[in-house]
């Protein structure tokens, strides 16, 4: 791979034009400072500066085969100069073969594909289908959850993303999902943490009415929340208080799905199978957008003679099908799932155990595939974060200092409030894992200093 040469006038007016003129996600417009790519390749991306990042983010965790997959970017080309586009209402191959391709991999008998432009309108469909499915109102969603920017969608996420949203009645109750490094029910066994939060949620059914509860919605794998491996037993509990109250299960596989965990989805890691999943991301590595929710048989015959009252001017929009079509082929045929499986056991787990052992700052080591999380504390004991909950500015120095130290060595870090997690893409080396692993070494010392 060879990154462009140097061109620091041309990144100065790509940076320039987006200062003046883009509006960014999540951000104070003047406080930001956008990194100028110039290119990206694989694992790596690089700046006009020559400068190159191993990205152990995969974008915003998506990328899981990578940038610029030439097999994928040929699909895309080719679609385009056949039929770059046309209206959801006709069938048309690369749509249906995505589909086909999509529900053969699918948990369970979820058979039925709607597609739509990314995560967060999956999840506003996967409600809205689940209400009209049961003719109830409200939606059970967990605390420490992302289920995306729309409004319904940030009215169900459990982050602090929702505070400035929250419309305050949106039919939407919240619940704690089990979570032992943080337990809120008193556990230290994660059998209890499993029993109790099944009790816990048991009740709030109770309490809020089955008889009102639409859906209850859980990211299999909360991703952005910490990569919270739920419990063995926990999402089977679930799926069986579902069965018992006529709940639509929702499982969110936005980003634990196509790989992530070392597993097709996140809930063949648990033998689980919902009334509705939603996707996106990992779908295509995010090279066109594209999300959707997979349906059960059940849920889609009560539209079979009724119409669905939804719909996307771009569902199923050609251009991302067909970079779907080949990203599931790539992923069957390189065996990507399998290296997330295998290199996350052997390389990444021992990894980042050995990091833990020679970083105070580390308090816990958690996930599985390419999904992990570091949770870095100022005091092992206590378990104190090492920035507070939603820190911003000064309150963040030290989760600042831990990324910069990261891409100073070369390695482009996700950070969320007192986590990195190490998400690279599904389909990573063994070689660029350790050289990632050595710049977190160094970035990790940074961040001893605050513990
Ligand atoms: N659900 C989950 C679990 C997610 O992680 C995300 C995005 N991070 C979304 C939904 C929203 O997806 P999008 O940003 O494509 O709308």
């Given at each position: 791979?060879?990154?462009?040469?140097?061109?620091?006038?041309?990144?100065?007016?790509?940076?320039?034009?987006?200062?003046?003129?883009?509006?960014?996600?999540?951000?104070?417009?003047?406080?930001?400072?956008?990194?100028?790519?110039?290119?990206?390749?694989?694992?790596?991306?690089?700046?006009?500066?020559?400068?190159?990042?191993?990205?152990?983010?995969?974008?915003?965790?998506?990328?899981?085969?990578?940038?610029?997959?030439?097999?994928?970017?040929?699909?895309?080309?080719?679609?385009?100069?056949?039929?770059?586009?046309?209206?959801?209402?006709?069938?048309?191959?690369?749509?249906?073969?995505?589909?086909?391709?999509?529900?053969?991999?699918?948990?369970?008998?979820?058979?039925?594909?709607?597609?739509?432009?990314?995560?967060a309108d999956?999840v506003e469909h996967?409600v809205r289908?689940?209400?009209?499915?049961?003719?109830?109102?409200?939606v059970?969603?967990?605390?420490?959850?992302?289920h995306g920017g729309t409004q319904q969608a940030v009215n169900i996420t459990?982050?602090?993303r929702r505070w400035a949203n929250d419309s305050g009645t949106n039919g939407v109750?919240?619940?704690?999902?089990?979570?032992?490094?943080?337990?809120?029910?008193?556990?230290?066994?994660?059998?209890?943490?499993?029993?109790?939060?099944?009790?816990?949620?048991?009740?709030?059914?109770?309490?809020?009415?089955?008889?009102?509860?639409?859906?209850?919605?859980?990211?299999?794998?909360?991703?952005?929340?910490?990569?919270?491996?739920?419990?063995?037993?926990?999402?089977?509990?679930?799926?069986?208080?579902?069965?018992?109250?006529?709940?639509?299960?929702?499982?969110?596989?936005?980003?634990?799905?196509?790989?992530?965990?070392?597993?097709?989805?996140?809930?063949?890691?648990?033998?689980?199978?919902?009334?509705?999943?939603?996707?996106?991301?990992?779908?295509?590595?995010?090279?066109?957008?594209?999300?959707?929710?997979?349906?059960?048989?059940?849920?889609?015959?009560?539209?079979?003679?009724?119409?669905?009252?939804?719909?996307?001017?771009?569902?199923?929009?050609?251009?991302?099908?067909?970079?779907?079509?080949?990203?599931?082929?790539?992923?069957?045929?390189?065996?990507?799932?399998?290296?997330?499986?295998?290199?996350?056991?052997?390389?990444?787990?021992?990894?980042?155990?050995?990091?833990?052992?020679?970083?105070?700052?580390?308090?816990?080591?958690?996930?599985?595939?390419?999904?992990?999380?570091?949770?870095?504390?100022?005091?092992?004991?206590?378990?104190?974060?090492?920035?507070?909950?939603?820190?911003?500015?000064?309150?963040?120095?030290?989760?600042?200092?831990?990324?910069?130290?990261?891409?100073?060595?070369?390695?482009?870090?996700?950070?969320?409030?007192?986590?990195?997690?190490?998400?690279?893409?599904?389909?990573?080396?063994?070689?660029?894992?350790?050289?990632?692993?050595?710049?977190?070494?160094?970035?990790?010392?940074?961040?001893?200093?605050?513990?």
């Amino acid at each position: 791979m060879t990154p462009h040469l140097p061109d620091p006038q041309a990144g100065a007016a790509v940076k320039a034009a987006d200062r003046a003129h883009v509006f960014h996600s999540w951000s104070a417009q003047d406080l930001i400072d956008p990194l100028a790519v110039a290119g990206a390749e694989g694992s790596y991306f690089w700046d006009y500066d020559g400068k190159r990042y191993l990205d152990f983010t995969s974008g915003l965790v998506y990328t899981n085969i990578g940038y610029q997959h030439p097999r994928v970017v040929a699909a895309i080309q080719e679609q385009a100069a056949t039929m770059t586009t046309f209206a959801p209402a006709f069938a048309v191959e690369a749509r249906s073969e995505a589909a086909r391709l999509i529900a053969e991999r699918t948990p369970g008998d979820l058979d039925r594909i709607f597609f739509t432009n990314g995560g967060a309108d999956a999840v506003e469909h996967a409600v809205r289908m689940a209400r009209l499915h049961t003719g109830r109102p409200k939606v059970l969603s967990a605390y420490r959850s992302y289920h995306g920017g729309t409004q319904q969608a940030v009215n169900i996420t459990g982050d602090p993303r929702r505070w400035a949203n929250d419309s305050g009645t949106n039919g939407v109750v919240r619940f704690w999902a089990p979570f032992l490094y943080r337990s809120r029910f008193y556990a230290e066994t994660e059998e209890q943490e499993c029993a109790r939060a099944l009790e816990h949620l048991e009740t709030t059914i109770a309490f809020e009415g089955p008889g009102t509860i639409a859906a209850i919605i859980l990211e299999t794998v909360p991703g952005t929340a910490g990569i919270m491996m739920p419990p063995p037993g926990y999402l089977a509990g679930v799926r069986e208080l579902c069965d018992k109250h006529g709940i639509v299960f929702v499982l969110d596989e936005v980003m634990a799905g196509f790989g992530r965990t070392g597993e097709w989805f996140a809930a063949d890691l648990y033998g689980v199978v919902p009334d509705l999943m939603t996707f996106a991301k990992g779908v295509n590595s995010g090279y066109v957008p594209l999300g959707g929710v997979a349906i059960s048989p059940a849920i889609a015959e009560t539209f079979g003679r009724r119409p669905y009252p939804g719909g996307l001017t771009y569902s199923g929009h050609p251009l991302a099908c067909a970079a779907a079509v080949a990203t599931l082929r790539v992923m069957a045929e390189e065996g990507v799932v399998e290296n997330a499986a295998r290199l996350g056991a052997s390389v990444v787990e021992p990894a980042l155990r050995a990091l833990a052992e020679r970083h105070t700052c580390v308090g816990e080591v958690r996930g599985t595939g390419m999904f992990w999380a570091l949770e870095l504390v100022r005091n092992r004991e206590t378990r104190e974060p090492l920035v507070p909950y939603n820190a911003v500015g000064e309150a963040n120095a030290p989760m600042a200092a831990f990324a910069a130290a990261a891409k100073e060595h070369g390695l482009w870090p996700f950070v969320n409030m007192n986590r990195t997690h190490v998400v690279p893409p599904c389909n990573v080396t063994e070689a660029e894992l350790k050289e990632g692993f050595e710049a977190l070494d160094a970035a990790l010392s940074v961040a001893d200093r605050y513990a």
